[in-house]
Nanobody, 116 residues
């Protein structure tokens, strides 16, 4: 069983910063990628940023230059540093883990609210 535990969400003013953390635990073999997605009411979940096991990163155009995804050195962790936050960044952010042959897991989600 694989579990993803997210933390770091909250309320911040526009222009502020937040750092999301996600720790993966359980029966984890080779990690293909970890990442963050977000979702607002009535909309589909969308990619924010991903990082592969080899360290390659990918970002949504809307967050390039403001958000940075990184992996932990020891544990199966992934971080999302979010700077220059905008009200349109308000969403529930979900941690995602892809391992082995097509196995994917999601965290419970953490709310990020950016006030104008």
């Amino acid at each position: 069983q694989v579990q993803l535990d997210e933390s770091g969400g909250g309320l911040v003013q526009a222009g502020g910063s937040l750092r999301l953390s996600c720790e993966a635990s359980g029966s984890i073999s080779s990690i293909n990628a970890m990442g963050w997605y977000r979702q607002t009411p009535g909309n589909e979940r969308e990619l924010v940023a991903t990082i592969t096991g080899g360290g390659s990163t990918n970002y949504a155009d809307s967050v390039k230059g403001r958000f940075t995804i990184s992996r932990g050195n020891v544990k199966n962790m992934v971080y999302l540093q979010m700077n220059s936050l905008k009200p349109e960044d308000t969403a529930v952010y979900y941690c995602h883990l892809a391992i082995g042959l097509g196995h994917a897991f999601w965290g419970q989600g953490t709310q990020v609210t950016v006030s104008s």
